[in-house]
T-cell receptor, first 114, second 116 residues
């Protein structure tokens, strides 16, 4: 069965500094990997996904993530954080064969201070 | 494109009543939709997978008679919480899988249900 681990409940970073939100996964076969962001009392907004191809994936709002197969990781990164990036971030995974449900991590709260 | 509308965004109901939540894909067709429940400061828990024209597939531990799902068209799925109790209070989120892909899933804005 697939699983996702987001080891940090919260990440604090100063505005303008780079940020990293960690994600590791476990899945049978090759994965589809996703990052979503959630603002208070809102649904999830898609940020980016890894399906195949380049390990570095660029997404919305300046975010990017690097797929590392050997470390089974898909960390979310941004070179320069904004206060408006403060939100809850979810990593999700599913196998790339057939149709299977997404499994979400527990979420990481990102707090960007001015 | 790829907009999912979920309605209502907030609802308060009395114990024992039923509440219907709608999930619509506005600009694409979605044979498959998903219903999630999210507890405070927790991740999303998949409740059921809804397929147009067929019965929903419920996850283990989710009562199908309590959480009725109807996926009557390629753009609309509904979740009805029947005989609601305070413990049903939660944030419910739908997701639509765009037809023709198996990776393009888009989420509604969520419904905050409070049962008093």
């Amino acid at each position: 069965a697939q699983s996702v681990a987001q080891p940090e409940d919260q990440v604090n970073v100063a505005e303008g500094n780079p940020l990293t939100v960690k994600c590791t996964y476990s899945v049978s076969g090759n994965p589809y990997l996703f990052w979503y962001v959630q603002y208070p009392n809102r649904g999830l907004q898609f940020l980016l996904k890894y399906i195949t191809g380049d390990n570095l994936v660029k997404g919305s709002y300046g975010f990017e993530a690097e797929f590392n197969k050997s470390q089974t990781s898909f960390h979310l990164k941004k070179p320069s954080a904004l206060v408006s990036d403060s939100a809850l971030y979810f990593c999700a995974v599913r196998p790339n064969t057939g149709f299977q449900k997404l499994v979400f991590g527990t979420g990481t709260r990102l707090l960007v201070s001015p | 494109g790829a907009v999912v509308s979920q309605h209502p965004s907030r609802v308060i109901c009395k114990s024992g009543t039923s509440v219907k939540i709608e999930c619509r894909s506005l600009d694409f067709q979605a044979t498959t939709m998903f219903w999630y429940r999210q507890f405070p400061k927790q991740s999303l828990m998949l409740m059921a997978t809804s397929n147009e024209g067929s019965k929903a597939t419920y996850e283990q531990g989710v009562e199908k008679d309590k959480f009725l799902i109807n996926h009557a068209s390629l753009t609309l799925s509904t979740l009805t919480v029947t005989s609601a109790h305070p413990e049903d209070s939660s944030f419910y989120i739908c997701s639509c899988l765009r037809d023709g892909t198996n990776t393009e899933a888009f989420f509604g804005q969520g419904t905050r249900l409070t049962v008093v």
